[in-house]
């Protein structure tokens, strides 16, 4: 798995997790979904990403000419 699919797939479960509480716990959960997105979409024009960032120091072990 890249390193890329790792960031989109944490993502994904982040945004499906954070509907899931707040449909069950509190509407507050809802900011998650917002700052998840909001990364997204500001690393989509900056190209910096905290997520890559803390991935690949702490769990991607891929090749390290592909990044």
């Known amino acids: 798995m890249s390193l ?6 944490m993502a994904g ?8 509480l707040t449909q069950y716990v509190s509407p507050y959960w809802m900011i998650l ?3 998840v997105g909001l990364n997204l979409l500001q690393s ?3 190209k910096f990403c905290p997520a890559e960032i803390i991935v690949k120091n702490m769990f ?3 090749n ?3 990044g």
Request: hydrophobic fraction near 60%; aromatic fraction near 12%.
């Open 4 to 9: 890329e699919n790792i960031i989109r797939a």
């Open 13 to 20: 479960i982040l945004i499906l997790i954070s509907v899931v």
């Open 33 to 35: 979904t917002i700052f």
């Open 44 to 46: 989509a024009f900056t």
């Open 60 to 62: 991607f072990r891929g």
């Open 64 to 66: 390290p000419e592909r």
